[in-house]
């Protein structure tokens, strides 16, 4: 079993930065693939971020690609998700979430474990 709690999250203005986090607790942490998704208002939940368990290959979504990076410290059992030059259409609730594979996945079913989510809102 996995515990996730993100944190970071709040309101910014168009343009800004956040950086959220997501700490890791119960089984070994560094050996789950870790992504990072959202979910805006009357949407579904989309993909956003991934990083396996070495920090060795990243996947990111095409409307974030270039402005967001996802990142891990497996000692801190922490990984990290940088947003820069965000945009009204980033505002959603972001989910931190765990899976026990090696590679890259970007599907919310390939997914075991889900935090509580973060709400992150960028003004115009």
């Known amino acids: 079993q996995v515990q996730l709690v993100e944190s970071g999250g709040g309101l910014v203005q168009a343009g800004g930065s956040l950086r959220l986090s997501c700490a890791a607790s119960?089984?070994?942490?560094?050996?789950?693939?870790m992504g990072w998704f959202r979910q805006a208002a009357g949407k579904e939940r989309e993909f956003v971020a991934a990083i396996t368990w070495s920090g060795g290959s990243t996947s990111y979504a095409d409307s974030v690609k270039g402005r967001f990076t996802i990142s891990r410290v497996n000692a801190k059992n922490t990984v990290y998700l940088q947003m820069n030059s965000l945009k009204p259409e980033d505002t959603a609730v972001y989910y931190c979430a765990a899976a026990r594979t090696w590679g890259i996945v970007r599907s919310t079913p390939a997914y075991d474990y889900w935090g509580q989510g973060t709400q992150v809102s960028v003004s115009s």
């Open positions: 119960g089984q070994t942490f560094s050996k789950e693939t």
